[in-house]
C-alpha cells in the first residue's frame, strides 16, 4: 500500500467516524444501537462510499430508512462521495461468542435451554455470570408433552405441523404460527416441541418465551445501552419460540426490534414458532409488513374444543388420578358438557372436585360435583342468550325464528317455543316476565304454565327429556 494510500484509508476512517457521531446525534442512541452501530466501513469504490450490513434484512431496513441521510453526511463528510452501496458481510466472530454464553449445563428437571444474560452494566457474557434472573428462555412445564396432548378433530392440524417442527431437522415451515382462543393447548405444543427437540438433541439452542418477556427484555437492553448484545443472543438460537405474541403490537421499538430478530434468525435458517389468540391478519397494531411477513410459513389454528375432545382430555387426566382417587364417567360426561369455554377451565373443574374429594374423603358423585362447582357452572350459564335458545330450538323443530316470537298457538309451534321458555329460565339468568317479553311479549304466567308444562312432560315422555338434553348440550358448546 502506498503512503498516499494509506492516509486516504485513514481519512475515510475518519470520516466515517464523523458520520457516525452525526448519526448517533440525530437519531439518538438507542437507534443508532439497533439498526446503526454494526454498519461496518468497507471502503471507498470511485465515488461510492461501501458499507456492510450483518443480514440482509438490515440491509433492506437501513436502506429504506437510513440510507439517504447517510448519503448526505457522507457527502457532507467528503465532496467525492456521491453514494452508498450496502452489502451484506455477516460477522460471525460475534455471534459465536455470543452463543457460547448461552450454553448453560442441563439439569435433571428441565432440558437444556439456552440461557441469556443481557443488559447488567459491564457483565461481561461468561457461563459463570450468568444466574437465573437472567434466563431468557422461561421454565418449561414437564407435563406439557406431545404425550400429554389428546388429539381431536379440532387441533389435529396444529399437533401434526408442532410434531413435525419438533421432529425434523430441515424446516417444513418457517416460522409455524399457531394461533386459538385462550387455554386451548398453544403454551403447550410449544413447551411440547421445546421437550422433544432437546430429547433428541440436547446441543440445540432452544428459546421459548412469552412475547412480553421479549419485550421486557428488549425494553431492558435499552436502558442499558446493549441492544447489540441483545440482538446477538437472540441471534444465535435454534429455535426461537415467541407465546403470545399478540403483546407485541403497538410499542414501536419492540415491535421493530422482533421483526428484525426474526429475519435474522430466518435468514440464518433457525426455525421460529409463534403463538397468538388470533390471525396474522387480525393482529392489529402491528405493521403490516410484519403481519404478513409472520403468515409466510404455515399458518395453523386451534378450533374451539368439541364434546368429544374436552370428554377425552378429562379421561386422559382421570387415568392419571386413578390411583388416588376414581371419577365416575358420568362426571366427566357432566363436566365436558358444561364446561365448555376452554381447557384450562375443564382442568381446573376437575382438579376442584378431586380436591375436595381428596381432602374430606367425599366419593364423587354428579352431585357432589355439582355442589363444589356451583360458582363455575353459574358463570357458564350466564353466557347463553335467549336469542342462542330461540335459534337452536326452532332449528331443532324445524321452525323459523320467527315461530318463537309469533301468536300462533298450534301444537307443532307452541310446544317448540315452551321448551325454549324452558330453557330461557333454566339456562339463563333472566326473569320471567322479561323471558315472556323475548317471546313475542307474552305474560309471564305463560311462561310459567309453559315451565310446568315441559317439567311434567321431561317426567313422562323420554323422547322429550332427550330432545331437551341434547339442546342443552349443544347450546353449551
Ligand atoms: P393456551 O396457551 O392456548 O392459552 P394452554 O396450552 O396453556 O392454552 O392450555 C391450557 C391447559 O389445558 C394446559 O394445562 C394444557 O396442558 C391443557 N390442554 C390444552 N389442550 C390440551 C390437550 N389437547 N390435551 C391435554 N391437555 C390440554
Ligand atoms: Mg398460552
Given at each position: 500500500m502506498t503512503v498516499r494510500a494509506e492516509s486516504a484509508s485513514f481519512d475515510l476512517e475518519r470520516q466515517w467516524s464523523a458520520v457516525q457521531n452525526q448519526l448517533r446525534a440525530e437519531y439518538g442512541d438507542a437507534a443508532f444501537k439497533t439498526w446503526l452501530a454494526s454498519l461496518s466501513l468497507e471502503g471507498l469504490e470511485g465515488d461510492r462510499v461501501r458499507l456492510g450490513v450483518p443480514t440482509r434484512f438490515l440491509r433492506d431496513w437501513i436502506a429504506s430508512h437510513y440510507a439517504d441521510r447517510i448519503k448526505v453526511l457522507w457527502r457532507r463528510a467528503n465532496?467525492?462521495?456521491?453514494g452508498i452501496a450496502l452489502t451484506v458481510t455477516p460477522t460471525p466472530s460475534k455471534v459465536t461468542k455470543a452463543s457460547d454464553a448461552m450454553v448453560m449445563p442441563s439439569t435433571a428437571t428441565t432440558p437444556r435451554m439456552a440461557h441469556v444474560s443481557i443488559?447488567?452494566?459491564?457483565?461481561?457474557?461468561?457461563v459463570a455470570e450468568i444466574?437465573?434472573?437472567?434466563?431468557?428462555s422461561a421454565p418449561l412445564?414437564?407435563?406439557?408433552?406431545f404425550e400429554n396432548f389428546v388429539v381431536g378433530k379440532p387441533n389435529e392440524l396444529a399437533f401434526a405441523a408442532a410434531k413435525r417442527v419438533a421432529e425434523l431437522?430441515?424446516?417444513?415451515?418457517?416460522?409455524?404460527f399457531i394461533y386459538g382462543g385462550v387455554g386451548l393447548g398453544k403454551t403447550h405444543l410449544m413447551h411440547a416441541i421445546a421437550w422433544e427437540i432437546q430429547r433428541q438433541d440436547p446441543s440445540r439452542k432452544v428459546v421459548y418465551l412469552s412475547a412480553e418477556k421479549f419485550m421486557y427484555q428488549f425494553i431492558r437492553a435499552l436502558r442499558f445501552k446493549d441492544t447489540m448484545r441483545f440482538k446477538e443472543l437472540f441471534r444465535s438460537v435454534d429455535v426461537l419460540m415467541v407465546d403470545?405474541?399478540?403483546?407485541?403490537?403497538?410499542k414501536d421499538s419492540t415491535q421493530e426490534e422482533f421483526f428484525h430478530t426474526f429475519n435474522t434468525l430466518i435468514d440464518r435458517g433457525s426455525q421460529i414458532v409463534i403463538s397468538s389468540d388470533r390471525s396474522p391478519a387480525e393482529?392489529?397494531?402491528?405493521?403490516e409488513r410484519i403481519r404478513s411477513r409472520l403468515g409466510w410459513g404455515l399458518v395453523v389454528d386451534i378450533h374451539p374444543s368439541t364434546y368429544e375432545l374436552r370428554l377425552g382430555i378429562l379421561q386422559s387426566k382421570a387415568e392419571g388420578l386413578a390411583a388416588q382417587v376414581k371419577v365416575p364417567d358420568r362426571v366427566l360426561e357432566f363436566l365436558a358438557t358444561r364446561i365448555t369455554s376452554n381447557i384450562r377451565e375443564l382442568e381446573g373443574a376437575l382438579n376442584r372436585i378431586v380436591a375436595q374429594a381428596t381432602l374430606v374423603g367425599r366419593a364423587i358423585t354428579l352431585e357432589m360435583a355439582q355442589e363444589v362447582l356451583q360458582d363455575l357452572l353459574r358463570a357458564h350459564e350466564r353466557r347463553i342468550t335467549i336469542e342462542e335458545i330461540q335459534k337452536k330450538v326452532a332449528e331443532h323443530y324445524g321452525l323459523k325464528l320467527s315461530d318463537m316470537h309469533s301468536?300462533?298457538?298450534?301444537r307443532v309451534v307452541a310446544r317448540p317455543r315452551q321448551v325454549a321458555m324452558y330453557l330461557a329460565k333454566q339456562l339463563t339468568p333472566r326473569s320471567l316476565p322479561e323471558i315472556g317479553r323475548r317471546?313475542?311479549?307474552?305474560d309471564h304466567t305463560t311462561v310459567m304454565h309453559a315451565i310446568r308444562k315441559i317439567e311434567e312432560l321431561r317426567s313422562q315422555d323420554s323422547v322429550m327429556n332427550e330432545d331437551i338434553e341434547k339442546l342443552r348440550r349443544q347450546l353449551h358448546g
Amino acid at each position: 500500500m502506498t503512503v498516499r494510500a494509506e492516509s486516504a484509508s485513514f481519512d475515510l476512517e475518519r470520516q466515517w467516524s464523523a458520520v457516525q457521531n452525526q448519526l448517533r446525534a440525530e437519531y439518538g442512541d438507542a437507534a443508532f444501537k439497533t439498526w446503526l452501530a454494526s454498519l461496518s466501513l468497507e471502503g471507498l469504490e470511485g465515488d461510492r462510499v461501501r458499507l456492510g450490513v450483518p443480514t440482509r434484512f438490515l440491509r433492506d431496513w437501513i436502506a429504506s430508512h437510513y440510507a439517504d441521510r447517510i448519503k448526505v453526511l457522507w457527502r457532507r463528510a467528503n465532496p467525492v462521495v456521491d453514494g452508498i452501496a450496502l452489502t451484506v458481510t455477516p460477522t460471525p466472530s460475534k455471534v459465536t461468542k455470543a452463543s457460547d454464553a448461552m450454553v448453560m449445563p442441563s439439569t435433571a428437571t428441565t432440558p437444556r435451554m439456552a440461557h441469556v444474560s443481557i443488559g447488567e452494566p459491564e457483565q461481561k457474557a461468561s457461563v459463570a455470570e450468568i444466574g437465573p434472573s437472567a434466563d431468557v428462555s422461561a421454565p418449561l412445564d414437564p407435563r406439557c408433552t406431545f404425550e400429554n396432548f389428546v388429539v381431536g378433530k379440532p387441533n389435529e392440524l396444529a399437533f401434526a405441523a408442532a410434531k413435525r417442527v419438533a421432529e425434523l431437522n430441515e424446516l417444513p415451515f418457517n416460522p409455524l404460527f399457531i394461533y386459538g382462543g385462550v387455554g386451548l393447548g398453544k403454551t403447550h405444543l410449544m413447551h411440547a416441541i421445546a421437550w422433544e427437540i432437546q430429547r433428541q438433541d440436547p446441543s440445540r439452542k432452544v428459546v421459548y418465551l412469552s412475547a412480553e418477556k421479549f419485550m421486557y427484555q428488549f425494553i431492558r437492553a435499552l436502558r442499558f445501552k446493549d441492544t447489540m448484545r441483545f440482538k446477538e443472543l437472540f441471534r444465535s438460537v435454534d429455535v426461537l419460540m415467541v407465546d403470545d405474541v399478540q403483546f407485541i403490537g403497538g410499542k414501536d421499538s419492540t415491535q421493530e426490534e422482533f421483526f428484525h430478530t426474526f429475519n435474522t434468525l430466518i435468514d440464518r435458517g433457525s426455525q421460529i414458532v409463534i403463538s397468538s389468540d388470533r390471525s396474522p391478519a387480525e393482529l392489529s397494531g402491528l405493521e403490516e409488513r410484519i403481519r404478513s411477513r409472520l403468515g409466510w410459513g404455515l399458518v395453523v389454528d386451534i378450533h374451539p374444543s368439541t364434546y368429544e375432545l374436552r370428554l377425552g382430555i378429562l379421561q386422559s387426566k382421570a387415568e392419571g388420578l386413578a390411583a388416588q382417587v376414581k371419577v365416575p364417567d358420568r362426571v366427566l360426561e357432566f363436566l365436558a358438557t358444561r364446561i365448555t369455554s376452554n381447557i384450562r377451565e375443564l382442568e381446573g373443574a376437575l382438579n376442584r372436585i378431586v380436591a375436595q374429594a381428596t381432602l374430606v374423603g367425599r366419593a364423587i358423585t354428579l352431585e357432589m360435583a355439582q355442589e363444589v362447582l356451583q360458582d363455575l357452572l353459574r358463570a357458564h350459564e350466564r353466557r347463553i342468550t335467549i336469542e342462542e335458545i330461540q335459534k337452536k330450538v326452532a332449528e331443532h323443530y324445524g321452525l323459523k325464528l320467527s315461530d318463537m316470537h309469533s301468536a300462533r298457538r298450534a301444537r307443532v309451534v307452541a310446544r317448540p317455543r315452551q321448551v325454549a321458555m324452558y330453557l330461557a329460565k333454566q339456562l339463563t339468568p333472566r326473569s320471567l316476565p322479561e323471558i315472556g317479553r323475548r317471546f313475542g311479549g307474552r305474560d309471564h304466567t305463560t311462561v310459567m304454565h309453559a315451565i310446568r308444562k315441559i317439567e311434567e312432560l321431561r317426567s313422562q315422555d323420554s323422547v322429550m327429556n332427550e330432545d331437551i338434553e341434547k339442546l342443552r348440550r349443544q347450546l353449551h358448546g
